[in-house]
């Protein structure tokens, strides 16, 4: 399978990662596509939900925001956002849930920035602000995140801190009081990282065909360790075909 | 004791008795569904000023408020549009300018400040934000904070479990209750009492209705309370929470108002064009809004074919096969 | 992962399944209306016993559950059937004679304890009780909370609010989560996969069931998931919350179900005389519980020209004109 | 007008404290019968709810318990307990609410018992509980108790102190930080009560037709102060019709 755009493939990469019956937590934009990529190939038995309160929409039309009206059809539960933060918190559906979200600036431990660049009070440039990323990365034990591969995101320290992941590394995120783990996964225009089990420093796992360990090192403020790294399978004919024809066929967020 | 009649009225007298300069406002809506347009406009063109925003994730709304001068301090999780616009323009622009002071919470935070609200308590707990910037920075200092009594003195505050370790958790983030002045929604239908029904994602919209001190609600419908009582279980706010009941259909135009309308891309793709060049907004704002006698005529340049085209298919709720691009 | 046919069970399967002796079960519904009575029986009949039940109102599900001799422990509001037992009968004997242990609290705080078991916070805060009893009075002691970690070792807490005077309030006292082992709810609809819906008041159930480690949800009518999914803004519970659907017509019988039938005041008020005497219960228990195989033959002793008399009037909900004396 | 009884006057009387435009809250039997009442005659633009969630329920039929399916027909709103009980504490409409409940004892600053007699552990007689009465009775600013007028009930000191009155009279119910004001009235089968504004004690304020305040006095453990008392007014002819007619045909709660 050679025809296919490395934001396709790292749309596949992410709805791999994704197991059977976990209950998706979804943003707007790729990690939606990802979300819908992993309930028609991998995970027929996940469910899709959106903060806004929606619960196992069916998604005949990509929706463009969390909010748009295609996330409300042929939902089993049209809820609120108290609803949907709840789920990912109690006691029963808390630990099934797979958080996916996206940011502007990510550092070595996965913590991300979705504010600012630059001073808080002065800033250089403004972002939307959380949403509903800081609560996800909160209370999840399993969360992807979704990045470009460029040297201005992966920074050695974040402008501002809006996402908590493993927070400076070790332990510190539990003492912290946090209640869910840190990231499981970055998932880039490049490569798949994941995070070192005691250090909780993010390494290299899987980088995609065509792209090299030290591109990729190039493409980072910090360093990563790459010693374990292999490449990543490309994506299959079929895995394409379902994301360009049912997931997004008109190329809203995917591009073509 | 509000009787009926008192409560039905036109969108300009709803807007001019209750949103005054200055005030606490919250805006119903979601990014790119059901936010308060009409409502919004003549907020604009009645050039209120210096009003204190809340909203969690609204998107449309907050951005023309803040690009129409009306806003001066706001409290929000999230100022986007979707794939229209991944941050609000006149929102990014304010900030960097310095003209808009911005407290960030996160979403979850800010629905529960308003159920506090709603419930009447000074606060409720969560476990979210802490060790982030979202906990540890502050938009309002702390002068402002004790100037201005509507203000909780402190953003938020964590504090141990007073259960000990009680549920697995050692420490909490108390977010203070949001009470404000004045909540505006949009509704697909009410009754002349203000009895309320929202179909499709309520969102957080009950909760900021119920931790008002007034709420005023725009509705695509207007039904009897015969109507309205036939179908209980599908109402959200009853009568007695609500001060203004205006009759407003496409109320919520340019976003979507599910069951009725989809959002408009093609305007959304020309307000990003609009809200990136200031002469291009003032413009905007003047022949869109300032030279616009209400909601209606505002219609009336969208024009009958684009309504057409955005209007919500019977089965989804929204308009199927939309060019979205 | 959870499919769809291992939730759909029967009743005995599903109780053997998720309720055992000594577990933390709560049970929904409200003095006479949808209480969970075919799974309450089938509790009965399986003689579970040390039970340590939580409910926020419920009476007639209470009454046989603690009749029954199933419950040592009971976190409860109120313990009464309306007119028909202003105290539940068997409850009220029980706790006079020391067979039952009470940890008493108000409406609102079970509610609130529930609703931050489904929030996933420890606890929540309120102003009620402050001054009362309720608040200084516990009914488990200390030893007996710190014997069982599922307890919280303090019944409330009062503590200054964190915000200073913010919002009028000085003190605030925090109620802890209920996180039940099993939560069992009846409810009109639900889906194989567990989508259930709640028509007329839903009461406290829907915390009451988020808030659980397993659900049991049973159902008046069994429905397609497509039928759950085309009425979304009705449903309350999504199926992931959900561990077993068990599909039970009449299943609150004798208590109402909105839409269904209305409560049954002849035997009520028959039950009222059966639990006023031990002998008389004991033989209740016998004939009514434990030599009836299932809740279609309890149905059966009641007969089709009783449950004829108390179906749902289409237009109201209930059985109009019922004879309710 | 004669042919009434002193239940039926009680209940009158309860309804006429009612102002038009009122939300009342009501419990179970009796106080259900005087909110009806008051809709009827007094305060046609009241509203009735109940804790279970039921808004402006319409009625048609008199509820025998605040969760019987009457109260879900034809109501504004069908919600839940949460939403019941925020409604007697938010900015809006916490103010405007009145509460109707009762117990089976009271002392001198309106506390009340609904849980035992005896002592908690191993008590003479077990009630139902508070249910919601404790949490209304702490809220609303403006609360009215019915009350059997017998001495076992007006006691000087309630056994459990389930639902707060004025506590320990003068500003002790501020100072425990209880929201609402104490109760303002308590009406019986004998008489009004309501309380003196600073040692907020209980003082006697209308007896009713036949009834002496030295009979009122006997059916009572604590003194009050009669002085300032008058006689009530009988009930209406109206007033009878409409709460025979209207309220409780079949008797189920007045009786007859």
Redesign the interface.
Known sequence: MDDYTLRELMTIAAARQI???A?IFCG??ISMVAAMAAKHINAP?S?I?F??????S?L??L????????????????????DS??????????K?VVGVIGAAQIDCYGNLNS?VIGD????????????????VA??VDNSIIFMQHEKRKFVNKVD?????GW?DGGD??ER????GKGPSKVITNMAIMGFDKVTRKMVLENYYPGITPEKILENMEFEVDISQASELSPPTRDEIKILREKCDP?G??IGR | MTTRSEKLMDLSTAISTFVSDGCHLSIGGFTVNRNPMAAVYEIIRQKKRKIHLYAHSNGQGVDELVGGGCVDRIEIAYGGNGRFAPTCIRFKRAVQEGSLLVEDYSNYQMTLRFLAGAMGVPCLPTRSSLGTDIFNKWGFSRELREQDPKLPNEKMVAADNPFGGWADTEKLVFVPAINPDVTIIHVQQADELGTSQIQGLPMADVEQAKAAKHLIVTCEKLVSSHEMKSQSDANQIPHFCVDAVVHVPGGAYPTACYNYYDYDPMFLNDYKKFASDDAMFAKYLNEYIHLVKNHQERLDIAGEERLAVIAADPRTGYAVNLDRK
Chains 1, 4 share one sequence.
């Open positions: 197991n059977d019956g209950i707007t934009g038995n469910t939900f903060e806004t309160g929606a619960i196992d069916v005949e039309e929706p463009l925001a969390v909010a748009d009206p295609r996330v409300m059809y042929y939902t089993a539960v049209n809820g609120g956002l108290i933060f709840g789920y990912m918190q109690n006691r029963k559906t808390g099934q504010t808080y009070h002065k800033p250089k440039v403004r972002f939307s602000g959380s949403g509903g990323a800081c609560d909160s209370f501002y801190l809006t996402s908590p927070l510190s995120r912290a009081g946090l209640p008109q809203l967020i």
